[in-house]
């Protein structure tokens, strides 16, 4: 499969991987995906993955129900989590986890068990401390939460990723789960969030960019020194020992100096 067209790392634990349209970049996420989940299975005995919501992801979310991928993914020790999620029930289009069920979830082998949506059914404080129950079920040593082995994100055209929006006020001690309650744009108000200390603890973080509607912005989150996390929430996202890896479209990476 061919890979991207330009990748120019940025540090050892930051790589910027840019791909000639989103149909490239999903087949190249779904072969990596592959890879992941086998070397954690391998190393650890299970794969977890913390999924994001959006449009970007879902052509890699289909592409890894697609019998190539499909058969090679251990599903039998993947476990999946979300990052974030709206206060809406399964059934409604708002929901990411409805979203993924109905798109891949529902036709891959992955035992029920193992698929751990946020309850957007409930209201978001409810949600938020449901989450940060079944988070401390999986949790490592000294944290709250797991190491994911994946986190996969998207950035939106003001640079929020996951319900991170920007001017959201974090402190040093952030809890692993937040209630998101003010209103931020056209964006629904009630929402789930899992807050930066949870991502930046992965093995690996994914943050899926494409269109021409992100190429601005995307231009001054990987330009502006130094960095404006409170303008720019994606900023937030540094792996404390992991590794960042943006997998970018031509479109969204032209304006990219
Ligand atoms: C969501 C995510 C959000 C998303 C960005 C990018 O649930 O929608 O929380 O952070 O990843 O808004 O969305 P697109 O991929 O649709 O541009």
């Known amino acids: ?60 979310y289909t592409w890894l129900i697609e019998p190539r991928f499909r058969d090679q993914i251990p599903w039998a ?10 206060s809406a029930p399964p059934e409604s289009p708002g929901s990411n986890y409805g979203a993924a069920w109905r798109g891949w979830l529902a036709q891959a082998p992955i035992p029920a068990g193992q698929i751990w949506p946020i309850r957007g059914e409930l209201s978001a404080e409810a949600a938020a401390q449901d989450y940060a129950a079944t988070l401390r079920q999986f949790a490592d040593p000294g944290l709250a939460w797991p190491v994911f082995d994946l986190v996969l994100l998207g950035m939106g055209t003001d640079g929020h990723t996951a319900s991170l929006f920007p001017g959201l006020a974090l402190s040093a001690d952030t809890p692993p789960t937040l209630a998101v309650t003010a209103h931020y744009g056209d964006r629904p108000a009630q929402r789930v969030t899992l807050t930066p200390p949870v991502f930046n603890s992965a093995r690996e973080v994914w943050v899926l960019v494409a269109g021409a509607n992100k190429a601005q912005t995307l231009a001054q989150v990987w330009s502006e020194e130094p960095p404006q996390p409170d303008r720019w929430p994606i900023q937030r996202i540094r792996p404390n020992a992991g590794r960042l890896v943006w997998l970018v479209d031509n479109a969204a990476a032209g304006l990219v100096g």
């Open 1 to 60: 499969m061919s890979r991207a067209a330009a990748d120019a790392p940025n540090a050892a634990s930051e790589r910027r991987l840019i791909f000639p349209d989103l149909e490239t970049l999903s087949a190249y996420a779904a072969q990596q995906w592959v890879a992941r989940a086998q070397d954690a299975t391998a190393q650890r005995g299970r794969f977890l993955a913390a999924l994001a919501g959006g449009e970007t992801p879902q052509r890699l």
């Open 77 to 86: 020790h993947t476990y999946l989590f979300w990052g974030d999620e709206r």
